[in-house]
Structure formats: structure tokens, C-alpha cells
């Protein structure tokens, strides 16, 4: 990227963000940047609590690739000591604490994930246990000293949990301290997360002082909301797009958002700029529009062949109502029965008989493309079925 003066650097990282603390303290460390020939270190840490990186994480990575682009250092650092703690932010009960095989797991699967995004030839992956494992019970105590329990008590989530006489582990009251001891010990003049991570940066700036460090500058994106419009995308909500689903799912989950989402996303998952996408929302058809935004994703993550394949699926399979071009074959033995029903749920493609017959009698089944309305099916021969979304080719 050819960026030549401060103001266009500036703006563009400013690009997406939810609130940059401070704006001035990032013009001038970007200003001694560029005299020194330093390059700043930019730190994003992700606790490997679950195994795959959905596009919700990728607001960030994107974020962390634009300080890249400009020569910045970027540190994509794993959590795995903090992922035991099990980060409060968000929650009003304590997090089951994870095995130390379960972080492992996760954290490789990151490490891979993380490059269709970073570039892997200027990002530093670094694990928290570097330096938090080596700390005894005394620097712990010396660690702690520099906060107050006031000052914690002042988090959202632990005043919430106070009111409602929710407990609070004291172990989670250390993962503000853990976060901020990365940020010492990684030099970082930047710490980037989602707004609700507001709190555990600002630790990290006041604890930096109290290191002898220049206080790290603070940068929040936003919280990319779920396919459902509503919910922070999240595995556990079953509202996510994860960024190793096939190209096809990606694209239906997509083509599924609001058109007012869609622009959201535009936005937070694209590197379009504001006057770009506002042009885009003048000159484009909404259908036309999220078309291309699924394309840019699916390419993004597998390659613009898989896109131009995906879209091809979703015009087949769900614009035309046509059969999938990879049709699952399952079989199902003459001696099983004739029971349509019994058929359905042996090939999984209903979750109970009784769901199956409700099915059935509402004309909500297909065989061989024609509406299906009795029972029984004979003789059976191979068949291709269609419950709702799900098509399957059905061999005695």
C-alpha cells in the first residue's frame, strides 16, 4: 500500500475502529516511527477456548493486517495461560476452567487459521506462558500490588455480579493482571481487541507505567454481530460463519444476513473504504450486492475459484430449487422397510418419526422432485429425497 503522509495512515487504520485511545499519542509514536525506522508493536491476544476462528475474530485480524501493511509489528499472541483463567468479559458466571490438552488442541488450529488472513513473514506468534508460567508466588504478589480492588470492582461485569449475588472466583480477578503483563513484556505500543475488552487494555496502559514502559495505545473494533442480526457471532449462539467451513456454507450463510447487516459487514469484513461502500450502497441492487460481498468472503478464506463455485451451488440448490451437484448417497437396506418416515430418520435428515410424518403430511418432502405426501415408499429403488434444505440420494 502506497501511503505517504501521517493524516493518510492515520485514517486508514482509524478505518473500522470503535474508539482509538489516543489519537494523538498514535500520531506521534507513528510520526517517531517513520524518523527511527522502528517499526511499532501491535498485540492482539486470542485465548484458544475454542478450536475454529469464526468472522467475528476477523474484525481484528483484518485491523492487525492494515498496522502490517504500513511495516508495523504485529503480535498475534495465544493465550494459553490466560485461556486457564478464563477471561470474565461478557459473562455473568464463572467459565469452566479448560484442560491444558484442550488449550494445546486450540492453539494449533489457531496458528494455521490465522495466516489466510496475517501475513506469516511479519507476524510474531507468541504463547503467554513464555512468561507467566516462570513467575513465582512473589512476583505474582508485586504484580497485583499496582491495582486496587476498587478499581477492578469498577468493571461492568464484576458490579453486575456483585448486585445479583452472582460469585466471582478470585482467579478471575487475576486475568486483567495476566493481560497486562503480555503487554510489559512484549514492549507493545498498541493493544487491539473487541470494546468489550475496554477494561482489561486500560489495565495494561496503567500497569506499563508503573513498568517504567511508554503506556500502550488502545484500539477497539467493534462486535460483529451474528448471521441472526442480533447476538455477537458466537459458536455457542450457532450464529457464526467459521472462516474453514466449505466455500458453499460460507456463501449461503452469508446470502441468509439482513441487507442492512450486510452493510455492516461490508464494512467490518472487506477493505473497501467508507466512500467506497457508500457508493456501492447508491449504485448496487441489495441481491447484486451481498452476492459480492459472499464472493469477496469465500475468496478471502478458500480462493476466487471456490467463490465463483459457491455462488454457482447457491443459483443450483437454493435460487433454483435444483439438486445439489455433491449430493450425499446414502443406503438404506430393502430389508429396513418401505416406511418413508422410518427412511428419513435412519438417513438423518429429520431429527424424529414424529417430525417426519409432520413433514410428510405438510408437503414439505420430495422424492425424485415431485411432492410427497404418502407413507410408504415402493418399490424402493435409488431415489433422491429433499426435506427442506437437505437433499440426499437414497440407495437400496
Not at 487475576?174 to 475496554?198: H, I, N, R, W
Not at 443459483?315 to 430393502?334: N, S, W
Request: with cysteine.
Amino acid at each position: 500500500m502506497n501511503v505517504v503522509t501521517i493524516d493518510e495512515q492515520l485514517n486508514y487504520l482509524k478505518k473500522g475502529l470503535a474508539e482509538l485511545i489516543r489519537e494523538e499519542e498514535l500520531r506521534e509514536r507513528l510520526i517517531q516511527s517513520e524518523k527511527t525506522g522502528r517499526p511499532l508493536r501491535i498485540k492482539a491476544g486470542f485465548d484458544p477456548t475454542a478450536p475454529d476462528l469464526h468472522l467475528g475474530h476477523t474484525v481484528l485480524l483484518r485491523k492487525m493486517k492494515h498496522f502490517q501493511e504500513l511495516g508495523h509489528t504485529v503480535i498475534f499472541l495465544i493465550g494459553d495461560i490466560t485461556g486457564l483463567i478464563g477471561d470474565p468479559t461478557g459473562r455473568n458466571i464463572t467459565r469452566p476452567p479448560m484442560t491444558r490438552e484442550e488449550i494445546n488442541r486450540n492453539a494449533e488450529t489457531y496458528k494455521e487459521q490465522v495466516f489466510k488472513i496475517l501475513d506469516p513473514h511479519k507476524t510474531e506468534i507468541r504463547f503467554n506462558s513464555e512468561w507467566l508460567e516462570p513467575l513465582s508466588f512473589v512476583d505474582i504478589i508485586k504484580l497485583c500490588s499496582k491495582y486496587t480492588v476498587a478499581r477492578l470492582l469498577e468493571r461492568d461485569e464484576y458490579t453486575k455480579r456483585l448486585k445479583d449475588g452472582t460469585p466471582i472466583s478470585f482467579h478471575e480477578l487475576l486475568y486483567p493482571f495476566s493481560q497486562a503483563y503480555d503487554s510489559v513484556m512484549l514492549k507493545c505500543d498498541l493493544e487491539m481487541g473487541g470494546t468489550d475488552q475496554k477494561f482489561n487494555l486500560l489495565v495494561g496502559r496503567e500497569i506499563q507505567r508503573d513498568y517504567g514502559q511508554p503506556p500502550q495505545m488502545v484500539a477497539t473494533v467493534p462486535l460483529l454481530e451474528g448471521t441472526d442480526g442480533v447476538e455477537k457471532m458466537s459458536k455457542s449462539k450457532g450464529n457464526y460463519i467459521g472462516i474453514t467451513e466449505p466455500p458453499k456454507v460460507m456463501f449461503r450463510k452469508v446470502m441468509g444476513i439482513s441487507d442492512e447487516l450486510m452493510w455492516r459487514y461490508y464494512e467490518l469484513l472487506t477493505d473497501k473504504s467508507l466512500p467506497q461502500i457508500a457508493e456501492l450502497r447508491q449504485s448496487q441492487q441489495p441481491m447484486a450486492a451481498k452476492q459480492a460481498l459472499a464472493r469477496q468472503i469465500v475468496a478471502d478464506f478458500h480462493s476466487t475459484e471456490a467463490a465463483t463455485q459457491a455462488q454457482a451451488d447457491f443459483d443450483r440448490e437454493v435460487r433454483g430449487g435444483l439438486e445439489p451437484a455433491d449430493i450425499e448417497t446414502v443406503h438404506f437396506p430393502p430389508e429396513a422397510g418401505s416406511s418413508l418416515p422410518k427412511i428419513l430418520l435412519g438417513t438423518n435428515m429429520v431429527q424424529s418419526r414424529t417430525d417426519a410424518e409432520r413433514l410428510i403430511r405438510a408437503g414439505a418432502v420430495e422424492v425424485d422432485g415431485v411432492k410427497y405426501t404418502d407413507f410408504s415408499l415402493k418399490p424402493i429403488s435409488v431415489v433422491v429425497v429433499r426435506v427442506g434444505k437437505k437433499w440426499k440420494r437414497i440407495e437400496p
